[in-house]
């Protein structure tokens, strides 16, 4: 069966630098693309960017353009989230989701925490 487990959370400092884990348990082609998102009760949960597994292409949201960056690694059925330049307003509890297609994640981590101190 399909699982997503998330790592990597913890505290840093603003302008610091983490990297979540996504391990994506019994992978196939319903979980081709693999999203990354975040909330920080009371807001929305926000959408931060995917990865088409097959084609190693990624997209982002713009507000976290030009800092974050995905990627993955087939030997370990891995997607990462590279946080670079992290700010307070990063905060969040990550979570990846993934699905056969953008917008269709038809299976979600429990996620991890991040909090950046200003």
């Known amino acids: 069966q399909v699982q997503l487990v998330e790592s990597g959370g913890g505290l840093v400092q603003a302008g610091g630098t983490l990297r979540l884990s996504c391990v994506v348990s019994?992978?196939?082609?319903?979980?081709?693309?693999v999203a990354w998102y975040r909330q920080a009760p009371p807001k929305e949960r926000e959408y931060v960017g995917v990865i088409d597994w097959e084609i190693q292409t990624a997209y982002y949201s713009n507000s976290v353009k030009g800092r974050f960056v995905i990627s993955r690694d087939g030997a370990t059925d891995t997607v990462y989230l590279l946080m670079n330049q992290l700010k307070p307003e990063d905060t969040a509890l990550y979570s990846c989701a993934a699905g056969p297609g953008i917008g269709a994640y038809n299976y979600w981590g429990h996620g991890t925490q991040v909090s950046v101190s200003s």
């Open positions: 019994g992978r196939t082609s319903s979980t081709r693309f």
